[in-house]
C-alpha cells in the first residue's frame, strides 16, 4: 500500500463523508506545484479554490505567521489588535469601504452581512423590511442563513425549513430584480462573477443597472466577492471592472494567502449599524490571521500580481480557445482575468480523475465546466504544461 493509500483507509475510518474527495494526499506545496505522500507532483490550476492566489508557502506569508505565531497567537476580540487594524486599514484604503469585521470564513462573513443589511434596515425603515433579493445559482456558503442565501436546490435539500426572508430571481437579469423588490425589500446580494455556479460572467450593463435599481429603491448592495476579490479576476476586486461600488462587500478565500479569514467590509452609513455586543466572533481577525492576511494583500500588491493575472488569464483564454476550436465537446470558454471557465457539452468529471492521473490539478463546476483558478503567480510555461494535459484529456473525453 502507498502512504497516501494508508491515509485514505484512515479517513474513511474517523472523517465525516462532507466531501466526495479524490483520492490524492497533498503534504507539501510550492509556488503552483504540491506533493502528495508518495512523493507525486501535480501542476495545481484549482489552488485551493481560488485560495491560493499567491501560489503555495508564499515565503512572505510563511515568515509572516512564523513571527506573528512567536509573539501572539490569540488574545480576543475584548482587545484592539494591530495587525486586524493595519488591515483594516490597509482594505478601507483601497475600496469603498469605511469599516471591516473580520471573522473566520466565506459564509461568516456573508452571515455578517445579511446581519448588518437587516439591522440596518430594521432601524431606518422598520421591522417589515428584512428581505433580501439574490441569484439564481449563486453560492453563498453552507450555514443556515447563507444556505437560505444560495439559489441552487442542491445545497438547500434536506436543511428545511430554511431561513425565511430570501428571494431568488434569476441572475444576469435586472428587470427580474426590479419586477422582485417589495416594501419588505431591505438588500440586493450577488457575486460579480458566479463562481460555483460555472464561472457566469455578468452582461454589460447588469452590475450598473442593479446599483441603479437599489440607489432608486433605497436598497443595500451586497457583493460577495470571496471568489472574486483580492486580483483573481485582475482587479483587486471584481466590481471595479464593472464602474460601480457596492454598499457592503465580502472577502474571504485568498485574503491570507490560504490561512482562515473572512471579512464583511461597509460604508460609514451601514457599518454604524453594528453598534457593540450586535455581532461577534472568538476568533475572528486573531493577530495570527490577520498578521497573515496583512502580508498576503501587501504581497499580491507589491509584486505586480493583478497585472499579472489579467496577463496570464488572457494567455490562457487564447490556449483554451485554441482548444475549443480544435474539440468539439468545447462549447464556450469564458472568464476575467484567472477566474476562467471552458464549458463543456459533456460533464467534466472524468476529466478532472484523468487530469489527475496525468499530474493536473482541476476542477468541474456545475457538471459540464471546467473551472480555472491557478495562483495568479503562474506562468506561460506552467500555463502551456496544463493546456497540452487538457488537449490529450478532451480528446479522450471525445473518443470515449
Ligand atoms: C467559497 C465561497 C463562499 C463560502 O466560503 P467559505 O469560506 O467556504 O464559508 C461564499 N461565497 C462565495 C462566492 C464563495 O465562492
Same mark, same amino acid.
Given at each position: $500500500?502507498?502512504?497516501?493509500?494508508?491515509?485514505?483507509?484512515?479517513?474513511?475510518?474517523?472523517?465525516?463523508?462532507?466531501?466526495?474527495?479524490?483520492?490524492?494526499?497533498?503534504?507539501?506545496?510550492?509556488?503552483?506545484?504540491?506533493?502528495?505522500?508518495?512523493?507525486?507532483?501535480?501542476?495545481?490550476?484549482?489552488?485551493?479554490?481560488?485560495?491560493?492566489?499567491?501560489?503555495?508557502?508564499?515565503?512572505?506569508?510563511?515568515?509572516?505567521?512564523?513571527?506573528?505565531?512567536?509573539?501572539?497567537?490569540?488574545?480576543?476580540?475584548?482587545?484592539?489588535?494591530?495587525?486586524?487594524?493595519?488591515?483594516?486599514?490597509?482594505?478601507?484604503?483601497?475600496?469603498?469601504?469605511?469599516?471591516?469585521?473580520?471573522?473566520?470564513?466565506?459564509?461568516?462573513?456573508?452571515?455578517?452581512?445579511?446581519?448588518?443589511?437587516?439591522?440596518?434596515?430594521?432601524?431606518?425603515?422598520?421591522?417589515?423590511?428584512?428581505? !433580501?433579493?439574490?441569484?439564481?445559482?449563486?453560492?453563498?456558503?453552507?450555514? $443556515?442563513?447563507?444556505?437560505?442565501?444560495?439559489?441552487?436546490?442542491?445545497?438547500?435539500?434536506?436543511?428545511?425549513?430554511?431561513?425565511?426572508?430570501?428571494?431568488?430571481?434569476?441572475?444576469?437579469?435586472?428587470?427580474? !430584480?426590479?419586477?422582485?423588490?417589495?416594501?419588505?425589500?431591505?438588500?440586493?446580494?450577488?457575486?460579480?462573477?458566479?463562481?460555483?455556479?460555472?464561472?457566469?460572467?455578468?452582461?454589460?450593463?447588469?452590475?450598473?443597472?442593479?446599483?441603479?435599481?437599489?440607489?432608486?429603491?433605497?436598497?443595500?448592495?451586497?457583493?460577495?466577492?470571496?471568489?472574486?476579490?483580492?486580483?483573481?479576476?485582475?482587479?483587486?476586486?471584481?466590481?471595479?471592472?464593472?464602474?460601480?461600488?457596492?454598499?457592503?462587500?465580502? %472577502?474571504?478565500?485568498?485574503?491570507?494567502?490560504?490561512?482562515?479569514?473572512?471579512?464583511?467590509?461597509?460604508?460609514?452609513?451601514?457599518?454604524?449599524?453594528?453598534?457593540?455586543?450586535?455581532?461577534?466572533?472568538?476568533?475572528?481577525?486573531?493577530?495570527?490571521?490577520?498578521?497573515?492576511?496583512?502580508?498576503?494583500?501587501?504581497?499580491?500588491?507589491?509584486?505586480?500580481? %493583478?497585472?499579472?493575472?489579467?496577463?496570464?488569464?488572457?494567455?490562457?483564454?487564447?490556449?483554451?480557445?485554441?482548444?475549443?476550436?480544435?474539440?468539439?465537446?468545447?462549447?464556450?470558454?469564458?472568464?476575467?482575468?484567472?477566474?476562467?471557465?471552458?464549458?463543456?457539452?459533456?460533464?467534466?468529471?472524468?476529466?478532472?480523475?484523468?487530469?489527475?492521473?496525468?499530474?493536473?490539478?482541476?476542477?468541474?463546476?456545475?457538471?459540464?465546466?471546467?473551472?480555472?483558478?491557478?495562483?495568479?503567480?503562474?506562468?506561460?510555461?506552467?500555463?502551456?504544461?496544463?493546456?497540452? !494535459?487538457?488537449?490529450?484529456? %478532451?480528446?479522450?473525453?471525445?473518443?470515449?
Amino acid at each position: $500500500m502507498t502512504i497516501s493509500e494508508q491515509w485514505i483507509e484512515r479517513a474513511d475510518k474517523v472523517i465525516m463523508k462532507t466531501y466526495g474527495r479524490y483520492p490524492i494526499v497533498p503534504v507539501r506545496g510550492a509556488g503552483c506545484r504540491v506533493w502528495d505522500a508518495d512523493g507525486r507532483e501535480y501542476l495545481d490550476f484549482l489552488a485551493g479554490v481560488a485560495v491560493n492566489n499567491l501560489g503555495h508557502c508564499h515565503p512572505k506569508v510563511v515568515a509572516a505567521i512564523r513571527e506573528q505565531a512567536a509573539t501572539l497567537i490569540h488574545c480576543s476580540n475584548y482587545y484592539h489588535i494591530p495587525p486586524q487594524i493595519a488591515l483594516a486599514e490597509l482594505l478601507c484604503g483601497r475600496s469603498f469601504a469605511d469599516r471591516a469585521f473580520f471573522c473566520n470564513s466565506g459564509a461568516e462573513a456573508n452571515e455578517a452581512a445579511i446581519k448588518l443589511a437587516r439591522k440596518y434596515s430594521r432601524e431606518t425603515f422598520g421591522p417589515e423590511r428584512y428581505t !433580501i433579493i439574490t441569484a439564481a445559482e449563486s453560492f453563498h456558503g453552507r450555514t $443556515m442563513a447563507t444556505v437560505s442565501a444560495t439559489g441552487q436546490e442542491k445545497v438547500q435539500r434536506f436543511f428545511d425549513p430554511l431561513l425565511h426572508g430570501f428571494v431568488h430571481v434569476p441572475f444576469n437579469d435586472a428587470a427580474a !430584480i426590479a419586477a422582485a423588490v417589495t416594501p419588505q425589500t431591505c438588500a440586493v446580494m450577488l457575486e460579480p462573477i458566479q463562481g460555483e455556479g460555472g464561472v457566469n460572467i455578468p452582461a454589460p450593463g447588469y452590475l450598473k443597472a442593479v446599483r441603479e435599481i437599489c440607489d432608486r429603491c433605497g436598497l443595500l448592495l451586497i457583493l460577495d466577492e470571496v471568489q472574486t476579490g483580492l486580483g483573481r479576476t485582475g482587479k483587486l476586486f471584481a466590481h471595479e471592472h464593472f464602474g460601480i461600488e457596492p454598499d457592503i462587500m465580502t %472577502l474571504a478565500k485568498a485574503l491570507a494567502g490560504g490561512a482562515p479569514i473572512g471579512t464583511m467590509l461597509a460604508r460609514e452609513k451601514y457599518a454604524a449599524a453594528f453598534s457593540p455586543g450586535t455581532h461577534g466572533s472568538t476568533f475572528g481577525g486573531n493577530p495570527l490571521m490577520t498578521a497573515a492576511a496583512l502580508a498576503a494583500v501587501n504581497a499580491l500588491l507589491d509584486e505586480g500580481l %493583478l497585472e499579472r493575472a489579467t496577463a496570464m488569464g488572457a494567455y490562457l483564454v487564447k490556449r483554451l480557445g485554441e482548444l475549443q476550436a480544435k474539440h468539439a465537446i468545447v462549447e464556450e470558454v469564458r472568464g476575467i482575468g484567472l477566474m476562467v471557465g471552458m464549458k463543456l457539452t459533456v460533464p467534466g468529471g472524468e476529466i478532472v480523475k484523468q487530469g489527475h492521473a496525468r499530474g493536473l490539478l482541476l476542477n468541474v463546476t456545475h457538471d459540464t465546466v471546467l473551472r480555472f483558478v491557478p495562483p495568479l503567480v503562474v506562468t506561460e510555461r506552467e500555463i502551456d504544461e496544463a493546456v497540452a !494535459i487538457l488537449d490529450g484529456l %478532451l480528446a479522450a473525453a471525445a473518443a470515449s
